[in-house]
C-alpha cells in the first residue's frame, strides 16, 4: 500500500497548474473578504477531487490492468483510496479551518469558540459523506460516468426534497411535529447523529467500493 500512497502523491505533484489555481483562488478569497464558511469547505473539497483525479489516471490507457500485475490486491487498491481521501480532505480541513477561525476570531473577538468547532465539525462530516458518495461511483463508472452519475444523483436528491415539500402542501400534510422534533435537537446531538451518518454512509461505501473492484474485468 505504500507504493499506491507514492504513486498517487507523484501524480498529485504533476497537478501543479490546478494546485497553483487553488493557491490563488484562496488568496483572492482571502484579499477579498469572502464569507469565511465558503472558504471552509472550499479547500477540503478541491483537495477531495484531486484524489478523484487519481483514480482517473489509473484508468488511463489501461493502466489498472497493470497495476494489478503488481502485488497490490484490489481490495487494499480501495483501502489507499479512502486513506487518501481522508488524508488530502484531511490536511485541506486543517488549513482552511484554522485560516478561517483566525478570520473569523479577528471579526467578532467575542465569538462562541464550541459552536464555532462544531460548525467546522459539520464541514467535516459532509466532506467524509461526499467522499462516501463518490468513492464507489467514480470506481463503478469510470471518471466521465462518474461525475455524470453523480450530478445525477444529486439533482434526483433534490427534485425528492422538492416532490415531498410540495405533496406535503398540496396534501395539508402537518409536518409540526417534525418540525418540533428538529428544533429540538440540541447542537451537540445534531453533530453526533451527524458522524454517525457519516460512519454509516462510509461503511457501506467501502463494502460497495470493494465489490465493484472485485466485479471489475479487465
Known amino acids: 500500500m505504500k507504493g499506491l500512497f507514492i504513486k498517487d502523491i507523484a501524480l498529485m ?3 501543479k497548474r490546478l494546485l497553483m489555481i487553488i493557491f490563488l483562488t484562496v488568496l483572492f478569497l482571502l484579499m477579498s473578504g469572502m464569507n469565511s464558511s465558503f472558504l471552509m469547505g472550499y479547500m477540503p473539497f478541491i483537495c477531495c477531487i484531486l484524489t478523484m483525479g487519481t483514480i482517473s489516471y489509473d484508468e488511463y490507457e489501461n493502466g489498472l490492468p497493470f497495476l494489478f500485475t503488481l502485488p497490490v490486491s484490489r481490495k487494499e487498491y480501495v483501502k489507499e483510496k479512502f486513506l487518501l481521501g481522508f488524508l488530502t480532505g484531511g490536511a485541506g480541513f486543517l488549513v482552511s479551518s484554522v485560516v478561517t477561525t483566525v478570520m473569523q476570531w479577528v471579526k467578532t473577538p467575542e465569538m462562541e469558540f464550541l459552536q464555532w468547532f462544531l460548525f467546522c465539525g459539520c464541514f467535516l462530516i459532509f466532506l467524509a459523506i461526499f467522499l462516501g458518495l463518490m468513492i464507489p461511483i467514480q470506481l463503478k463508472y469510470g471518471s466521465d460516468k462518474g461525475k455524470i452519475v453523480f450530478l445525477g444523483t444529486f439533482l434526483i436528491l433534490i427534485a425528492l426534497f422538492y416532490l415531498i415539500t410540495n405533496i406535503s402542501e398540496k396534501l395539508s400534510l402537518d409536518l409540526g411535529g417534525v418540525k418540533q ?11 453526533v447523529g451527524g458522524i454517525l451518518l457519516a460512519v454509516v454512509v462510509l461503511g457501506i461505501s467501502y463494502y460497495v467500493s470493494i465489490c465493484n473492484m472485485e466485479k471489475k474485468e479487465f
Not at 183 to 188: F, H, R
Request: proline share 0%.
Open 13 to 15: 505533484k504533476h497537478n
Open 181 to 191: 422534533f428538529l428544533t429540538g435537537i440540541s447542537d451537540g446531538q445534531f453533530f
